[in-house]
């Protein structure tokens, strides 16, 4: 088993230590050209391992679409309206789901890594890296997902059977009583304690690659998050970038819907098939969106997630020395 490195020494010099947000602001400046080469290869060839498992998977759902035009060209010899279910879509969209996070999670591991080499340098400190640290990251990433994720799902699932719009079936609950809607209520507030634990846990892929374990980084990020000066600045931060990465994601979908058409038309023209081209003129503005917010904000995300590790770190390995040093004055 690899040794973990955890640097837990205080800064040495007699200067304050700036606040994650001057730290942040000042890797962006001086290592820009180390950063942007890294995002624009990371996001590259994540974008472009994400085309291809798009046209894998539109190629492998090509029966569903032949069967759509076909029942199209029935109804409209019928002279009836064809209304096309896209059930079977949603499902083998969910069945591939998995990979597609495979895919990100692999390229935002790789960036994390980056960014917080970048953080390091810029902190004087030895940086650690290398595949053992993306390896780290990532099954970090998987664990804290296998941590927030489930209890929503299983919430969502087991509130659609109880209190579920089955008007033909009678229900377990009664209607309007208050288990019903405490039920009813309860994928709400599992959604609530998700975005909570979310929260908690958003500095562990920082921790993991500054050279904690999986689970290390998940404990580490636990108790840096709900310290004194760690909650308020880990809320704060998540809440900004969340309504940046929201903001940028909308704005570039909307200016990128121009493609929509094109892409119908072309494809339409090359295929023949009406509705194999409609769904990939939506995802297309979807898509550059995507692309676009990630190359964006992935950077500035992961160097102001390190540089705040990094901070809430150092202050309380100096409180902790600190404490050490007036307990052995006081027993002095």
């Known amino acids: ?37 890294a995002t624009v290869r990371i996001v590259g060839l994540s974008g472009l391992a994400g085309l291809l498992l798009t046209a894998a998977i539109f190629a492998l759902a090509w029966p569903l679409f032949t069967h759509m035009r076909n029942q199209r060209t029935y109804y409209h010899q019928l002279e009836d309206p064809y209304l096309h279910d896209h059930t079977d879509l949603t499902l083998v969209a969910l069945w591939t789901l998995p990979l597609f996070l495979l895919v990100f999670g692999i390229g935002s591991a790789a960036l994390q890594t980056v960014c917080s080499r970048a953080v390091a340098a810029e902190s004087g400190e030895p940086s650690q890296g290398g595949a053992a640290r993306l390896r780290s990251v990532l099954a970090g990433y998987a664990l804290r997902s296998l941590i927030v994720w489930p209890l929503p799902l299983v919430a969502q699932e087991v509130a659609y059977r109880l209190t579920g719009d089955q008007l033909d079936t009678p229900l377990p609950l009664e209607r309007g009583s208050w288990p019903y809607a405490l039920v009813s209520a309860a994928p709400a507030i599992a959604v609530c304690v998700a975005v909570l634990l979310r929260l908690a846990l958003n500095l562990a892929p920082a921790a993991a690659a500054d050279g904690l374990g999986p689970r290390a980084a998940l404990r580490r990020s636990w108790s840096l998050t709900w310290s004194r000066a760690g909650a308020g600045r880990v809320l704060a931060l998540g809440l900004v970038l969340a309504a940046l990465t929201a903001g940028l994601l909308r704005l570039v979908v909307q200016l990128a819907l121009p493609l929509r058409p094109l892409v119908r038309s072309l494809l339409e023209q090359a295929t023949g098939n009406f509705f194999a081209a409609y769904y990939a003129g939506i995802l297309a503005p979807v898509v550059v969106g995507i692309l676009v917010t990630a190359a964006v904000i992935l950077p500035v995300t992961f160097t102001a997630l390190a540089a705040l590790y990094d901070q809430l770190r150092s202050t309380r390995s100096s409180r902790g020395r600190a404490g050490g040093n007036t307990e052995a004055s006081a027993t002095a």
């Open 1 to 37: 088993m690899p040794t973990q490195h955890d640097r837990t020494a205080p800064p040495t010099s007699g200067s304050p230590q700036r606040g994650f947000a001057a730290t942040t602001f000042a890797v962006l400046r001086r290592h820009r050209g180390a950063l942007a080469s």
